[in-house]
């Protein structure tokens, strides 16, 4: 016990010397959350600070354009700007000044009108209510809504963009059908034949504590992914402390010493965990304090904070294991460093930081559960965003702390067959 | 001069049989079918050409290297099977300074002392004691990284003695110091063989070698080519006046360079 706390205060020492490296392995993951928030938070925010410029060419001016341009203006989503021409604003939006560019069609909204004149005609006439209409239907081209595209955009902004705008002109369909199915059979449409207003609408559900429900939003989003992403960020710093042992020297003294392996990963675990868990004290305070001055939402604690250490502890011992790991094979800090940080990078991107895991292939699906940050991360918004108690988040933590267990007891193989004497 | 401190024959503290090293991918063996007997309380040199093979044996003696072929004991004690009592027994000097350049030589030598199951006044006391007798009492509470190069020989030295080993093993222990610091080196090792302290010791300087040690080994191409107490050699040695003069008889002038 004496050599293991005699470590630990080493690796105290050792953190507390080279007070800059503390500054940022502090300071940068209260930036990187601060700032992906800010970034993120508009995907959350139902009143929209930003809106994206794009360009509308009205070649029809009827009803139906005057439609979707209300709802896009209404949607509160789009600035639209009017361009007099398809060539212009396409110029525009390939050269990346605009995102988006819609071209309505000439004659729209009367071929529309003329199209479903013909069909309700043509319908009540099967029934005997009207005479057989001399439809002329068949000779009206099919109309396109072009919509032209930043090839820098992502796929999701496309298809919102494109599933809007069908939206919007089914709704168009549909009520304009109605309007003449109403006008034929009541002859001047003045009496209301239909009940127009939808019968399917949308409720969301969401999780409560008590009488109040939890209403997930940016903070409460960013703050566990990137707080766990900052907390297996400390493999780098880890494993270049054990690197430099081994090229100062210190570590073949050691390992004259009669102490274990296991004692000195020990001493590093302890003060590293400590460090983990200080991080993410900053993490919850940034998301307590800072950021509802910076016009974001608070984060939402109440009653989950020895939950959320908990995971914190895990997720960190996690991260250490990985630590260790790395900086026992690695034999300089041109190997364990940019390694390290990749690799961070390739667990986040497979644990679901960026892209939810049910967005991703079958079987990165499959791969994403492989990642201890995909373990942390469920754990994180289980008691976060599900009101979730210990024994929903049980099964996590114990394969968090296998892997700690699995990853420094490989450390301690590698050492021991390396240096077998 | 320094005084030669033999303190008489008591047994074999290290007998070495047929020890050999070969590095993976190497065509040579670096140490071969090596025989030795180093007796308690000797000063024993280990002589020779850079590449010679005297590291190899050395950190084969620490438990740093395993051997390809053959055995050791330090003291009866084996070094497959006892190994952990046998490192509380021995310590080392590495050629390198082997030192947290961050902390200061007394969080140092508190941190080492500690690694041999040392603690609190007694451990206090010795590392204060060991700076007293180097000359590094008022820079105990200062960063290693800001002393020269003899101020780290000698934290380096004490950091492997705070356990009081029966074995030392030295690898280069006054290579780039001053003088001033060397003998203040040697006069410490000579006063810890004095309490007991059987010293093995690596060097190029072949003068210090001479009046330090009590017998030496010049060791070449992985094997022990000579072995005597420094004067016995020198006498037999036709036209040799000093230890060098033995070593290049036994060694040749040819340059040692290989990569």
Redesign the interface.
Same mark, same amino acid.
């Given at each position: 016990m004496?050599?293991l706390l005699?470590?630990a205060?080493?690796e105290f @020492? @050792?953190l507390i #010397?080279?007070m800059g490296g503390i500054s940022i392995l502090f300071v940068m993951p209260l930036i990187l959350v601060v700032t992906i928030t800010l970034i993120q938070d508009s995907t959350f925010k139902s009143i929209k600070d930003v809106k994206i410029p794009i360009l509308w060419v009205d070649n029809d001016r009827g009803t139906v354009s005057e439609n979707i341009y209300a709802n896009l203006t209404k949607s509160n989503t789009f600035n639209v700007i009017h361009k007099d021409t398809e060539e212009e604003a396409r110029d525009l939006v390939f050269k990346g000044k605009y995102q988006l560019a819609v071209i309505i069609p000439a004659n729209l909204s009367s071929d529309l009108g003329k199209k479903i004149d013909d069909n309700v005609t043509g319908i009540l006439s099967q029934f005997g209510l009207e005479k057989g209409s001399t439809s002329d239907s068949a000779k009206i081209a099919q109309k396109e809504i072009r919509l032209y595209f930043d090839p820098a955009t992502q796929f999701a902004f496309r298809s919102s963009v494109k599933n809007g705008i069908d939206k919007m002109i089914s709704q168009i369909e549909s009520r304009t059908i109605y309007r003449v199915f109403q006008e034929q059979l009541s002859g001047d449409g003045t009496k209301i034949t239909f009940n127009a207003e939808g019968l399917i609408s949308f409720k969301e559900i969401v999780p409560t504590r008590g009488d109040k429900e939890i209403l997930p939003n940016s903070t409460q989003h960013n703050v566990p992914a990137w707080t766990l992403f900052a907390i297996f960020f400390i493999i780098v710093p880890l494993s270049i402390n054990m690197v430099k042992e081994k090229n100062?020297? %210190?570590f !073949? #003294? @050691? #390992? %004259?010493?009669? !102490?274990s392996y296991a004692t000195v990963l020990g001493g590093k675990t302890l003060i590293y965990l400590c460090v983990c868990l200080i991080q993410f004290s900053l993490m919850l305070l940034v998301g307590l304090y800072l950021l509802p001055t910076l016009g974001l939402p608070q984060l939402d604690l109440s009653g989950r904070l020895p939950l959320l250490f908990l995971v914190a502890l895990f997720a960190g011992l996690a991260a250490i294991g990985l630590g260790l790991l790395l900086g026992t094979i690695a034999k300089t800090q041109e190997q364990s460093a940019p390694f390290g940080a990749t690799f961070v990078v390739i667990l986040a991107a497979m644990g679901g930081v960026w892209v939810p895991v049910f967005l991703m292939p079958r079987y990165m699906q499959y791969l994403s559960n492989l990642s201890p940050m995909n373990w942390g991360l469920k754990a994180f918004y289980d008691v976060f965003l599900r009101n979730a108690g210990f024994g929903a988040i049980l099964p996590e933590l114990l394969l968090l702390l296998l892997f700690f267990v699995i990853t420094t007891g490989i450390s301690i193989i590698y050492n021991e067959r390396q240096?077998? !004497? | 001069m320094h005084v030669k401190a033999h303190i008489g024959i008591i047994g074999y503290m290290i007998q070495i049989n047929q020890l050999s090293k070969k590095y993976k991918g190497a065509d040579t063996f670096s140490v071969f079918e090596l025989n030795l007997q180093i007796e308690e309380g000797e000063i024993f040199g280990l002589l020779g050409p850079n590449g010679a093979g005297k590291t190899t044996l050395i950190s084969m003696l620490c438990s740093l290297l395993k051997p390809t072929s053959g055995s050791f004991t330090i003291n009866d004690l084996n070094f497959r099977d006892q190994k952990k009592q046998l490192k509380q027994l021995i310590g080392i000097v590495p050629q390198e300074y082997a030192l947290y350049p961050a902390l200061t030589a007394y969080e140092n030598l508190y941190y080492f002392g500690s690694m041999y199951g040392l603690t609190g006044e007694p451990l206090k006391n010795t590392i204060y004691d060991h700076l007293k007798i180097m000359g590094l009492s008022r820079f105990a509470n200062k960063r290693v990284a800001n002393f020269s190069g003899g101020m780290k020989r000698r934290v380096n030295l004490i950091a492997s003695i705070l356990h009081n080993p029966k074995v030392l093993f030295l690898d280069e222990p006054t290579v780039g110091v001053d003088v001033q610091s060397k003998n203040v080196i040697i006069g410490h090792l000579e006063e810890l063989n004095r309490s007991g302290t059987t010293l093995v010791y690596s060097s190029h300087h072949l003068n210090e070698a001479e009046n330090f040690c009590t017998r030496v080994a010049i060791i070449d191409h992985g094997r022990v080519i000579c072995m005597g107490e420094p004067g016995v050699l020198i006498a037999n040695q036709k036209n040799a006046h000093n230890l060098e003069d033995v070593f290049l008889s036994k060694t040749g002038k040819a340059l040692r360079d290989h990569a």
């Open positions: 004496h050599k005699a470590s205060y080493k @020492l @050792l #010397r080279d100062q020297g %210190t !073949v #003294r @050691l #390992r %004259t010493n009669p !102490v240096h077998a !004497v | -």
